[in-house]
């Protein structure tokens, strides 16, 4: 399985923006589809965006579309997401997550270990 580490969280006030990466270790991240997800507190680790492994198809939570996009590099072995006019409602851990693609948490075998995001004035 690849191994994800998560990056770029943070702090930041309302309308802001913020852009997460999330590094691969391995050779096998450009054949991966990869999706982010994310958790709030008391609540269910939820789907955010999914990327395909060439970046032709990308597919947004209807929440986030238009303020959210989802990129990938694969010579670098990144995987980004930049997150504008942000909301306090997007607070949450962000987790990216290789492998699946469907907007099941349980249809992803590999997991970062997620990235504080807290939008707050």
């Known amino acids: 399985q690849v191994q994800l580490v998560e990056s770029g969280g943070g702090l930041v006030q309302p309308g802001g923006s913020l852009r997460l990466s999330c590094k691969a270790s391995?050779?096998?991240?450009?054949?991966?589809?990869m999706g982010w997800f994310r958790q709030a507190p008391g609540k269910e680790r939820e789907f955010v965006a999914r990327?395909?492994?060439?970046?032709?198809?990308?597919y947004y939570e209807d929440s986030v579309k238009g303020r959210f996009t989802i990129s990938r590099d694969n010579a670098k072995n990144l995987l980004y997401l930049q997150m504008n006019s942000l909301k306090p409602e997007d607070t949450a851990v962000y987790y990216c997550?290789?492998?699946?693609?469907?907007?099941?948490?349980?249809?992803?075998?590999?997991w970062g270990q997620g990235t504080q995001v807290t939008v707050s004035s």
């Open positions: 997550a290789a492998g699946g693609w469907t907007i099941s948490p349980r249809d992803y075998p590999s």
């Open positions: 391995g050779d096998t991240f450009a054949g991966e589809p």
């Open positions: 990327i395909s492994t060439s970046s032709i198809t990308t």
